[in-house]
């Protein structure tokens, strides 16, 4: 199994602390984000990685290379990251979508739970992997759900529509690789596709074609856009080194069949 990180972004809400640094590096606990993602991916048996950089690519690379080598984890530039989103991001690493593969945010720490329960969902094209809490705010990028199908994705939905949110982290199966695939190269088409966030292409396919979604209820994850999430980080990673299996129910992932007709 492969797996897509999305790691090009400096993090400018983090600053002075990612004043030279991306924050894929920063420190957690003693050992950066990106290598964090890399040792709970490992944990799945998700052993091919690609990384995509951008700001402060060689300083990634330097600390990628030295713990993991060549074969391991490979990274993927792109040119355009100070004057693109992450649309163009996926993009820049679409030869990679030959297969099955998870695609997940530098900027998500998760313990090694969240993708083993998104491996084990049914066997579906698309699967994103969400978070239900008690209120929204404008910077989560929140689901509108029928079931467990994904309705609606963007930060924009009405506080009426929103049942859920993405965590970062989405699992392309069978087909799903080359769906998501074209579907990026359609939306590329638009100019202003640029400042686009990828998961304006989830929302435009879940118009026709089911994506299914799975909750991660009880288990560790978080987002790191701001100083007060490093905070948060640790706590995750304390689950990652203590290796618990979480609190989640064991019928949270069950996919319920959709009829389109």
């Avoid at 739970?113 to 084990?120: G, H, N, S, T, Y």
Wanted: proline letters at 3%.
């Amino acid at each position: 199994m492969k797996a897509v990180i999305l790691s090009a972004g400096q993090g400018k809400r983090l600053l002075p602390l990612t004043e030279d640094r991306p924050k894929c590096i920063l420190p957690v606990k003693g050992q950066t984000m990106i290598e964090w993602q890399v040792e709970e991916l490992a944990k799945c048996g998700i052993d091919q990685i690609r990384v995509v950089l951008g700001y402060g690519a060689e300083k990634v690379e330097a600390i990628l290379r030295r713990r993991y080598g060549t074969d391991r984890v490979k990274t993927v530039y792109n040119a355009a990251y100070a004057v693109s989103d992450n649309l163009v991001s996926c993009w820049t690493v679409h030869d990679e979508m030959d297969s099955d593969f998870v695609l997940l945010n530098g900027d998500t720490l998760f313990e090694a739970a969240v993708p083993r329960r998104l491996l084990e969902t049914e066997s579906q094209a698309v699967t994103v992997a969400i978070s239900h809490k008690s209120q929204y705010d404008d910077d989560d990028m929140k689901v509108e759900l029928d079931g467990r199908r994904l309705v609606k994705i963007g930060k924009d939905l009405l506080p009426d529509q929103v049942d859920a949110e993405s965590i970062g982290m989405i699992l392309f199966r069978g087909q799903g690789p080359v769906l998501f695939r074209n579907a990026l190269e359609k939306a590329l088409g638009d100019p202003s596709s640029q400042r686009k966030w990828y998961l304006s292409v989830i929302d435009e396919m879940a118009q026709s074609m089911p994506v299914q979604t799975c909750a991660m209820t009880g288990l560790q994850w978080c987002e790191v856009d701001y100083p007060a999430d490093l905070e948060l980080a640790e706590g995750v990673v304390a689950a990652c080194r203590g290796g618990r299996k979480g609190r989640g129910d064991k019928d949270t992932c069950t996919v319920t069949e959709v009829n389109l007709s």
